[in-house]
C-alpha cells in the first residue's frame, strides 16, 4: 500500500459574517445540522471529535489545531478506514466568508473521489443553515 498522501480541497462563499460561520464548525448543535447526525467536538488542540452518520458510520479524532475565528484541524478516522486530517479555514471578504475545507488522506484507489464527494452535499447544507440563522 501506498503511503502518499491524497489532498481534497473545497471553498465556498458564505453571505454570512466570519464569526457566524465559526459558530457553525465549532458549536456540537449547529454541525449536528451539517457535518453528520451527531457531532461531538471539544474545539481545543488535543480536543475530542465524534461523528455519527445515519448510515451508521462513525469517525473518531482529535483536534490538532485552534487559531480562534480563523482555522481549525482535526484528524478523524472512519471505522475500518484509514486516517485523514481536516483544516477549515475561514477568511473574510467583501462577499461574506470564504471557508475553504482541505482533507488530506492516505492513499487508497478511491480515496479523492470519495473525499472530494462528501464535501460538496455537506458544504451546501451548511449554506442552507446559515441562511437560516441570517433569517432568524
Known amino acids: ?30 454541525l449536528s445540522e451539517w457535518l453528520a447526525d451527531r457531532v461531538e467536538l471539544e474545539p481545543r488542540q488535543g480536543g475530542g471529535v465524534r461523528c455519527r452518520y445515519a448510515d451508521g458510520e462513525e469517525r473518531r479524532g482529535e483536534v490538532e489545531l485552534v487559531e480562534e475565528a480563523e482555522r481549525l484541524a482535526f484528524h478523524w478516522r472512519r471505522q475500518g478506514g484509514g486516517p485523514s486530517r481536516v483544516e477549515f479555514i475561514v477568511d473574510a471578504v467583501a ?18 473521489t470519495t473525499l472530494a464527494a462528501g464535501w460538496g452535499p455537506r458544504l451546501s447544507s451548511l449554506r442552507l443553515l446559515l441562511g437560516r440563522l441570517v433569517l432568524a
Open 1 to 30: 500500500m501506498s503511503t502518499l498522501a491524497q489532498t481534497v480541497e473545497r471553498a465556498i462563499l458564505l453571505d454570512a459574517e466570519p464569526r457566524e460561520v465559526w459558530e457553525a464548525i465549532t458549536d456540537e448543535a449547529l
Open 95 to 112: 462577499e461574506g466568508t470564504r471557508l475553504r475545507v482541505i482533507e488530506t488522506g492516505l492513499a487508497e484507489p478511491t480515496a479523492p
